[in-house]
């Protein structure tokens, strides 16, 4: 089976003149690299295609492939991670990971939550703003709030002052993000409790569990694009323990179900002041650096090889497309 490797590579931006933080979310070569030789050892043919541009050129000129891996994050718009998914759609094309609708919907992070609280899992209370006068709205909420860009990922838009503790702050701070994102603002109640992020891998009623970590920021530092680029100076994984794993895994196959994601991906989770864990965020479209990535670090960490998480993505990707 010939697979093609669809990515967006930070390098290839930067060359062209992009900034650092439009590409903070691309991959380096070590990342494409790595999957080729994991999926060679697993006996594909694997070819690069590249990114969204470069994909549509291929795609003019006749080349086609068996299945994509897909893992091009996009570079504008909150539909940025549809844009791959959408495309393959329409030739027809089979590929891994979610399509252009779960990825549109787990990208907003305030549809997610909707979706997500629907189905019964747990979110904290909050509310969207896409203007400074929405903040009447944020009446509602109990101080200290938690505030980020809507639909962005890797941490970005999130800093120090992310936390705030009083209306001028929370003005000051969405206001700046209105102006550096040109995106709606998501508010949440800040959850104080313990942080966790778990692996899931399958779709429908196979999903299951690949592991989770609990994410220690030192300093009570944010998880921002900061501190995950040095998070062996700022941050402690530890596989979640036995006290809370039950209740890190309902949320997370909750959210994964009521999402309707596939294959693989990560949800994201923080216990609020009474110590219930609550979704926070999916990812459909995680990382897949073998050393640095959530998601090849926790199913590490909890006894899953690298190679093992590319088999098991493409097992459920040829199972749903009838391929297996």
């Not at 295609?49 to 006749?62: C, D, M, R, Y």
């Not at 693989?264 to 002041?273: E, F, L, N, Y």
């Not at 864990?277 to 670090?297: K, Q, R, T």
């Amino acid at each position: 089976m010939r697979i093609g490797l669809t990515y967006d590579l930070r390098s290839w931006y930067l060359e062209r003149g992009y900034t650092m933080d439009e590409t903070a979310e691309f991959d380096k070569e070590e990342t494409v690299a790595a999957l080729e030789v994991a999926l060679s050892t697993l006996g594909y043919e694997t070819e690069r295609i590249g990114n969204l541009f470069e994909l549509v050129t291929q795609l003019a000129a006749g080349r086609r492939w068996d299945m994509v891996f897909n893992i091009a994050e996009g570079l504008y718009g909150d539909g940025r991670e549809s844009a791959v998914p959408a495309l393959l759609d329409q030739y027809r094309i089979p590929y891994v990971f979610s399509g252009p609708v779960v990825m549109g919907v787990s990208l907003n992070k305030y549809l997610a939550r909707l979706v997500v609280e629907a189905a019964g899992v747990p979110v904290c209370p909050g509310i969207i703003a896409a203007s400074v006068a929405d903040l009447d709205q944020a009446s509602s909420l109990a101080f200290p709030l938690f505030v980020k860009p809507v639909a962005e990922g890797t941490g970005k838009g999130i800093n120090s002052n992310s936390v705030v503790r009083n209306r001028d702050s929370l003005v000051t701070v969405v206001t700046g993000l209105l102006e550096t994102y040109h995106q709606p603002v998501l508010i949440e109640e800040y959850l104080p409790g313990r942080e966790f992020t778990v692996g899931v891998t399958g779709t429908g009623s196979e999903a299951r569990v690949t592991g989770g970590m609990e994410v220690i920021c030192m300093d009570d530092l944010p998880y921002s694009v900061e501190v995950k680029e040095n998070y062996e100076d700022y941050v402690k994984y530890e596989v979640y323990d036995e006290a809370v794993r039950g209740e890190c895994d309902a949320v997370a196959l909750g959210a994964w179900s009521a999402l309707g994601a596939v294959d693989a991906g990560r949800v994201d989770m923080k216990a609020d002041r009474n110590g219930r864990i609550c979704f926070i965020e999916a990812n459909p479209l995680a990382g897949l650096n073998p050393v640095h990535s959530d998601l090849p670090m926790l199913s590490r960490m909890n006894g899953m090889g690298f190679e093992t998480l590319i088999e098991l993505i493409m097992n459920s990707a040829k199972k749903r497309y009838g391929l297996a």
